[in-house]
């Protein structure tokens, strides 16, 4: 094999071949009524409802938003991901009589628990990673965004001008170079993708990375923003070192070291911030008893269960942040756990 495998090539490729061809059996058993509830409607909340929907269970998707899908609808930059693949996951699930409530967060403390006492029987949690990280360094600035609402925007809202600008993007994974490619699409004259990594150590698929390279962004790997150049309220320049890390092979913030002597100024007038996400703040409190892991998301068993009866769960705010395949996975194999679960049978 000469060059890295295309995953989310093969990924687009899957979601659009499937659809086409319609290689999922639409056939759903006669409904027994019973009630289960799943909360959000990406791809893993989605895989979740239809696989229930086609067992027979009456199902109820809650979501926040005003539209079903998720970040692939939300967020990932349609060159991405053509919004006709998760539309057609979504038609499928309405087809098989899935009931969605848009618009609807569910939070407040045992808000999943007041579900089951409401009559729903299971509820599948699968709200994702919502609340972005940002650095205490940019607090207060106006030109600032973090990458997911940066990326909503441009793709719902007023696209942002940036002929001529100069625009620092803050991080390394994936989600940095999708906002790098899109701000150098929208006529940035120079785009920094800023990294504690060095350029072998970057999380961002290598495709990915290849797209950018291609886009012409400029890489500032093993290198960390210590200081801010502004005008008022908006951030004109950014200060930085380089970086090594303390214990090799770990590239948490935390590790990193500046290196003596180093130090860069680069222009900015505009900064996208791509450090990472955790589970939005109601996550804690939906059910007392429910576990949780690093960044708020939640424990489950092998079969997705979580600690709290009837409770379960999957997609990103069990991954930390995986891939659509991963959340579709996981969401079907919760609802056959579900299907055990309320009727005692394998199949
Ligand atoms: C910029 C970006 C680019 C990406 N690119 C790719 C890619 O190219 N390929 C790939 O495979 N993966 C990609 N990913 C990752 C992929 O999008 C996620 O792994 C996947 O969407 C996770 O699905 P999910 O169902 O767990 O969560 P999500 O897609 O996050 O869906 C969660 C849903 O729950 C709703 N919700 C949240 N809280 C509540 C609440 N309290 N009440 C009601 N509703 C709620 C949300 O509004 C949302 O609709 C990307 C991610 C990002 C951020």
New binding site residues.
């Given amino acids: 094999m000469d060059g890295p495998i295309n995953?989310?090539g093969l990924?687009?490729f899957a979601c659009e071949y499937g659809c086409t061809n319609k290689l999922e059996s639409f056939e759903k058993v006669e409904s027994h009524g019973k009630k289960v509830a799943v909360?959000?409607?990406?791809?893993?909340?989605?895989?979740c409802a239809t696989e229930l929907a086609k067992k027979g269970f009456s199902v109820t998707v809650?979501?926040?938003?005003n539209s079903?899908?998720?970040?692939?609808?939300?967020?990932?930059?349609s060159y991405?991901?053509p919004n006709a693949a998760i539309s057609d996951a979504v038609n499928t699930a309405k087809q098989l009589g899935v009931n969605f409530v848009f618009g609807?967060?569910?939070?407040g403390k045992d808000?999943v628990k007041n579900l089951l006492n409401d009559g729903y029987k299971a509820c599948f949690v699968?709200?994702?990673?919502?609340t972005s990280t940002e650095l205490p360094l940019f607090n207060g600035f106006q030109n600032v965004a973090n990458?997911?609402s940066f990326?909503n925007t441009v793709k719902f809202g007023s696209k942002p001008n940036f002929n001529g600008k100069n625009v620092a993007v803050i991080g390394g994974g994936?989600?940095a170079m999708?906002?790098a490619i899109t701000a150098k699409a929208l006529g940035a004259s120079n785009v920094y993708a800023v990294s504690l990594e060095a350029l072998n150590e970057l999380p961002a698929?290598p495709e990915?990375i290849e797209l950018a390279r291609g886009a012409h962004v400029t890489f500032i790997p093993a290198s960390q923003i210590t200081e801010v150049v502004s005008e008022g309220k908006n951030i004109s320049a950014l200060k930085g070192v380089n970086i090594t890390w303390a214990e090799a092979g770990n590239f948490s913030p935390a590790n990193a070291r500046p290196v003596a002597g180093t130090s860069f100024t680069i222009k900015a007038d505009y900064v996208i911030q791509?450090i990472g996400?955790s589970a939005?703040a109601?996550?804690k409190e939906?059910a007392t008893g429910l576990k949780h892991k690093g960044r708020g998301t939640i424990a489950v068993s092998d079969a997705f269960a979580t600690d709290v009866k009837g409770v379960f769960a999957?997609?990103?705010?069990?991954?930390g942040?995986?891939?659509?395949?991963?959340?579709?996975g996981?969401?079907k194999k919760a609802a056959e756990s579900i299907h055990r679960y309320l009727l005692g049978t394998e199949k």
């Fill in positions: 995953i989310a990924q687009q909360i959000g409607s990406g791809p893993a909340g989605l895989a809650f979501e926040k938003e079903a899908g998720g970040v692939p609808v939300q967020t990932i930059p991405r991901l609807k967060t569910i939070s808000a699968s709200t994702g990673l919502v990458a997911k990326l994936s989600v999708d906002a698929d990915e791509a996400s939005g109601e996550i939906l999957g997609g990103d705010i069990v991954n942040g995986a891939s659509i395949a991963q959340a579709v996981e969401g």
